[in-house]
């Protein structure tokens, strides 16, 4: 399961401390807020050299409207944005500009009542004037999101709502982070892209895991020099993984992979799944009872009475239990999702037959039954998620095989 923190980490990596706002006072700050607002932080620049170093709230007060368009020119919809300040420098002289005086548990509601202060510009001046725990929502942070398949959302709330229960409640942290998103957002295509593995994720194992298992068995060590690292998708997002494992129940995985790109165009979020009926998400190509299965889990998700991140800090056992106690998921499935939606290192299925023939083939059996299957890979413990890896690449050999003339 892709967690937030492991993007910032790879940000921060990246692009080191970003000390953001790119400011020396709060005014400066707040200025900056709504001058950015539709425009280059470029342009922003060019408009607050106007003002001299002078961004006190008192000098703005006693500027001509028109004189302040005239400084904010270059950041453009000049006339807006000077009515906002305008007013944003009104409601702050009430406290005759002392900023340490304001209501913070009233400022963001009297902030978004301001002609011209929307709910981005407001969390701005919350999180990096008045240091208030609200995560900024921009283009920026939207992209990534769809960049590395994490949950698209209709609203900005959804957005921040997710990111704020997805990270510690730490203000130094939300400047940080939205400071490197915006840094992140602003690389040029031609440049390294640090969260390239989260925009292609595959399952996570390493030279150490691989050095364990050819010491338990040597044939394993044989597979390995075959095969050698081998790649295995998986799913950020825990709700797309438990979908597609829905959808990849008992039919081929062409049909699965044909019908879950169908349900990714359709549906970029739980909310969207649980907003529509059953009846429209049969038509991306589901059956009944999988779509019934599918809309009861995202509904539960709506209704907080599941927490998909919550579950990963489950251990394997109570992991499954909990997968299996949702509609249309049984051992199989829970197993599946464990491996693909939660990165987990120690998973296999006998239900699997791709599995089973991949093991059958590997220890050059004639069949094999549930005993002899997990006797047989319980030596391998606690890292069967990547037997099963090479148990899938083996099975895909022989189906492969079989099919060329």
């Given at each position: 399961?892709?967690?937030?923190?492991?993007?910032?980490?790879?940000?921060?990596?990246?692009?080191?401390?970003?000390?953001?706002?790119?400011?020396?006072?709060?005014?400066?700050?707040?200025?900056?807020?709504?001058?950015?607002?539709?425009?280059?932080w470029t342009n922003v620049e060019k408009a607050l050299s106007n003002f001299n170093n002078d961004f006190s709230f008192t000098s703005i007060d006693a500027m001509s409207l028109e004189t302040l368009q005239t400084f904010i020119r270059p950041?453009?919809?000049?006339?807006?944005?000077?009515?906002?300040?305008?007013?944003?420098?009104?409601?702050?002289?009430?406290?005759?500009?002392?900023?340490?005086?304001?209501?913070?548990?009233?400022?963001?509601?009297?902030?978004?009542?301001?002609?011209?202060?929307?709910?981005?510009?407001?969390?701005?001046?919350?999180?990096?004037?008045?240091?208030?725990?609200?995560?900024?929502?921009?283009?920026?942070?939207?992209?990534?999101?769809?960049?590395?398949?994490?949950?698209?959302?209709?609203?900005?709330?959804?957005?921040?709502?997710?990111?704020?229960?997805?990270?510690?409640?730490?203000?130094?942290?939300?400047?940080?982070?939205?400071?490197?998103?915006?840094?992140?957002?602003?690389?040029?295509?031609?440049?390294?892209?640090?969260?390239?593995?989260?925009?292609?994720?595959?399952?996570?194992?390493?030279?150490?895991?691989?050095?364990?298992?050819?010491?338990?068995?040597?044939?394993?060590?044989?597979?390995?020099?075959?095969?050698?690292?081998?790649?295995?998708?998986?799913?950020?997002?825990?709700?797309?993984?438990?979908?597609?494992?829905?959808?990849?129940?008992?039919?081929?995985?062409?049909?699965?992979?044909?019908?879950?790109?169908?349900?990714?165009?359709?549906?970029?979020?739980?909310?969207?799944?649980?907003?529509?009926?059953?009846?429209?998400?049969?038509?991306?190509?589901?059956?009944?009872?999988?779509?019934?299965?599918?809309?009861?889990?995202?509904?539960?998700?709506?209704?907080?009475?599941?927490?998909?991140?919550?579950?990963?800090?489950?251990?394997?056992?109570?992991?499954?239990?909990?997968?299996?106690?949702?509609?249309?998921?049984?051992?199989?499935?829970?197993?599946?999702?464990?491996?693909?939606?939660?990165?987990?290192?120690?998973?296999?299925?006998?239900?699997?037959?791709?599995?089973?023939?991949?093991?059958?083939?590997?220890?050059?059996?004639?069949?094999?039954?549930?005993?002899?299957?997990?006797?047989?890979?319980?030596?391998?413990?606690?890292?069967?998620?990547?037997?099963?890896?090479?148990?899938?690449?083996?099975?895909?050999?022989?189906?492969?095989?079989?099919?060329?003339?």
């Amino acid at each position: 399961m892709l967690k937030l923190m492991d993007i910032y980490n790879a940000l921060h990596s990246a692009y080191g401390p970003q000390n953001w706002w790119p400011a020396k006072s709060r005014e400066e700050m707040m200025l900056g807020a709504i001058l950015v607002q539709n425009t280059s932080w470029t342009n922003v620049e060019k408009a607050l050299s106007n003002f001299n170093n002078d961004f006190s709230f008192t000098s703005i007060d006693a500027m001509s409207l028109e004189t302040l368009q005239t400084f904010i020119r270059p950041a453009g919809f000049y006339r807006a944005k000077s009515i906002a300040i305008k007013n944003l420098v009104d409601y702050f002289q009430h406290i005759n500009f002392d900023f340490d005086d304001a209501h913070l548990e009233v400022l963001r509601k009297d902030l978004l009542a301001l002609k011209g202060i929307g709910f981005e510009t407001a969390d701005a001046i919350l999180l990096y004037a008045f240091n208030q725990p609200f995560f900024v929502v921009d283009t920026y942070l939207k992209r990534l999101f769809k960049h590395v398949h994490l949950p698209q959302f209709s609203t900005y709330h959804q957005y921040q709502d997710y990111v704020m229960a997805h990270l510690p409640h730490d203000v130094v942290l939300y400047q940080e982070f939205h400071a490197l998103i915006v840094a992140y957002g602003k690389r040029k295509v031609s440049d390294p892209d640090p969260l390239e593995h989260f925009a292609k994720p595959i399952f996570q194992y390493n030279t150490d895991h691989i050095d364990h298992l050819c010491t338990i068995d040597q044939r394993f060590a044989l597979v390995f020099n075959q095969y050698g690292f081998v790649s295995r998708p998986t799913i950020n997002d825990p709700f797309d993984a438990i979908v597609s494992t829905i959808i990849g129940q008992l039919i081929s995985v062409k049909a699965a992979d044909s019908i879950y790109a169908r349900y990714l165009d359709a549906y970029p979020s739980y909310q969207a799944v649980a907003k529509d009926s059953i009846e429209n998400l049969k038509q991306i190509g589901l059956t009944n009872n999988k779509a019934k299965a599918i809309h009861a889990i995202a509904t539960k998700i709506k209704l907080k009475e599941l927490n998909l991140a919550f579950l990963d800090t489950l251990d394997d056992a109570d992991l499954i239990s909990a997968l299996v106690a949702l509609p249309g998921i049984g051992d199989w499935s829970a197993r599946m999702i464990a491996l693909h939606g939660y990165d987990r290192m120690d998973m296999t299925s006998y239900a699997d037959v791709a599995l089973r023939r991949g093991l059958v083939t590997w220890y050059q059996l004639d069949s094999i039954d549930e005993s002899q299957y997990n006797q047989l890979l319980s030596p391998y413990a606690p890292y069967r998620s990547i037997i099963s890896i090479y148990l899938w690449k083996i099975s895909k050999e022989i189906s492969h095989k079989k099919q060329t003339p």
